[in-house]
T-cell receptor
Framework: DAGVIQSPRHEVTEMGQEVTLRCKPI?????LFWYRQTMMRGLELLIY????????DSGMPEDRFSAKMPNASFSTLKIQPSEPRDSAVYFC???????????FGSGTQLSVL | SQQGEEDPQALSIQEGENATMNCSYK?????LQWYRQNSGRGLVHLIL?????REKHSGRLRVTLDTSKKSSSLLITASRAADTASYFC????????????FGAGTQVVVTP
C-alpha cells in the first residue's frame, strides 16, 4: 500500500489566492482527518470525516476554510482567500474504524506570501 | 485547546541511555496513543494503549497509563541516534466519535 498521499508537497502562493490541498487516504480506511501544524499552535485538528461525511468541523478556523470528501478515496481542503497566517504544514491522516491509530501523509508545506 | 500535555518539552540524552517522557490529559479517554515525527516528515504511530490497560510494550518502547492520574509515560530504552525526533501523545476522547487530539510534543535529541 502506498500510504496516505498528499499533494502538493509544497505550495507557495500570494495572499488572496485560492489554495487547494489534496489527499488520498489508504484504501479501505473509512475515517479521514485534516490537521494543521505550526510552531506556535502545534497540531490542530481541523475536520474529520467518517464514511465521507463530515463529523466535526469545529476546528476549521474560519469560513475561508472548507473541506470535502466526494468519495472514499479523495478529499480536499480549500482556503479561499488565503492569508499569510495560514502558512503551516497541513497533514491528512486516515484510519479504519473509530478510535484507531492514524496513518499520516507527508504533509503539504503551505507558504502564503 | 490541546488535550494532552507532554513533559518535558525537550530532552537531550546520549546513546544507550533511556528516555522518558510524560503526558497528562484532562477528560475521559477511550485510548491514548504515541506518535513520532522526524523533522520535515509526517507522524508515525508507535503504540496505542486502551483505557483498561496499564502497560504496554513494543520493542524498546514501554508505555504506561494511569487513568486515575490522567497521565501516561513513554519510555525508550537503550536509545539510538535514530530515535532523535519529536514524540507526541494523542488522546481519543470518549465523548467524541473518534476525535484524536495531540499534545505539544517532546523533542528528543540522542547524541552518539
Amino acid at each position: 500500500d502506498a500510504g496516505v498521499i498528499q499533494s502538493p508537497r509544497h505550495e507557495v502562493t500570494e495572499m488572496g489566492q485560492e489554495v487547494t490541498l489534496r489527499c488520498k487516504p489508504i484504501s479501505g480506511h473509512n475515517s479521514l482527518f485534516w490537521y494543521r501544524q505550526t510552531m506556535m499552535r502545534g497540531l490542530e485538528l481541523l475536520i474529520y470525516f467518517n464514511n465521507n461525511v463530515p463529523i466535526d468541523d469545529s476546528g476549521m478556523p474560519e469560513d475561508r476554510f472548507s473541506a470535502k470528501m466526494p468519495n472514499a478515496s479523495f478529499s480536499t481542503l480549500k482556503i479561499q482567500p488565503s492569508e499569510p497566517r495560514d502558512s503551516a504544514v497541513y497533514f491528512c491522516a486516515s484510519s479504519f474504524g473509530q478510535f484507531e491509530k492514524l496513518f499520516f501523509g507527508s504533509g503539504t508545506q503551505l507558504s502564503v506570501l | 485547546s490541546q488535550q494532552g500535555e507532554e513533559d518535558p518539552q525537550a530532552l537531550s540524552i546520549q546513546e544507550g541511555e533511556n528516555a522518558t517522557m510524560n503526558c497528562s490529559y484532562k477528560t475521559s479517554i477511550n485510548n491514548l496513543q504515541w506518535y513520532r515525527q522526524n523533522s520535515g516528515r509526517g507522524l508515525v504511530h508507535l503504540i496505542l494503549i486502551r483505557s483498561n490497560e496499564r502497560e504496554k510494550h513494543s520493542g524498546r518502547l514501554r508505555v504506561t497509563l494511569d487513568t486515575s492520574k490522567k497521565s501516561s509515560s513513554l519510555l525508550i530504552t537503550a536509545s539510538r541516534a535514530a530515535d532523535t525526533a519529536s514524540y507526541f501523545c494523542a488522546t481519543a476522547l470518549f465523548d467524541s466519535w473518534g476525535k484524536l487530539q495531540f499534545g505539544a510534543g517532546t523533542q528528543v535529541v540522542v547524541t552518539p
